[in-house]
């Protein structure tokens, strides 16, 4: 009799918990709605550099190293995903004083005209594990184009007692004569200074637990 009365019991509690069609108890929806986690973007870890080639000989890099934004991520639904940064075109940082006032100059960035440079997603959809392809509006000397990036994730982690991260990666080329960064007195054509400029980014975001 008593073990009839654990079996009764048993059968009773697992006919109150509500399930979604799948058979999915509840909880497993409270679990997809916490995954979704905004991160400020960190200066301290994250890099935003680019990359031209110049006299067709030498690759030359520059930094920004003056941004705000934030990410949204969620490992279970992609479509939850989201990222906006605004960076300081002034602070861009070729480690040559000389380059820099040119680039700030109004034949390249016109940093007094357009003082920032953007990037906003619209969309973004999962390409593969730990994959994504990121649509959005890009901003550049005024000029605002649609961009799609394939990004990569390099990790998603909470850390008791330090802090919530993530970080993810994408490098991808565009033509600075579509966004009217023409150099035209400085570099005219394109044996000086090549259009087609490398982007990397490694973008770090940092979430208050507190």
């Given at each position: ?58 690759k030359e890099e520059g930094v920004f ?10 490992a279970a639904d992609p479509a939850k ?130």
């Amino acid at each position: 009799m008593k073990k009839m009365m654990r079996v009764a019991t048993a059968l009773a509690a697992l006919a109150a918990v509500p399930l979604h069609s799948s058979g999915t108890p509840q909880l497993a929806s409270k679990v997809l709605v916490n995954d979704v986690k905004t991160y400020e973007i960190s200066r301290l870890y994250t890099t935003l550099s680019f990359t031209a080639t110049k006299w067709m000989v030498f690759k030359e890099e520059g930094v920004f190293q003056e941004f705000n934004g934030t990410m949204t991520y969620s490992a279970a639904d992609p479509a939850k995903c989201k990222i906006d940064v605004t960076v300081q075109a002034a602070s861009l940082d070729t480690r040559s004083p000389g380059r820099d006032k040119v680039l700030r100059s109004d034949d390249f960035f016109d940093v007094e005209k357009f003082p920032t440079l953007s990037f906003h997603s619209t969309k973004v959809t999962s390409n593969g594990a730990d994959s994504y392809e990121v649509q959005g509006d890009l901003t550049i000397h005024g000029v605002t184009k649609t961009a799609n990036v394939l990004v990569k994730l390099i990790g998603a982690r909470l850390m008791p007692g330090i802090g919530d991260f993530a970080g993810f990666e994408t490098t991808f080329t565009i033509d600075r004569r579509e966004f009217g960064v023409l150099g035209t007195r400085w570099s005219g054509n394109s044996v000086a200074i090549d259009p087609t400029v490398t982007i990397h980014l490694l973008i770090g975001g940092v979430r208050d637990t507190k």
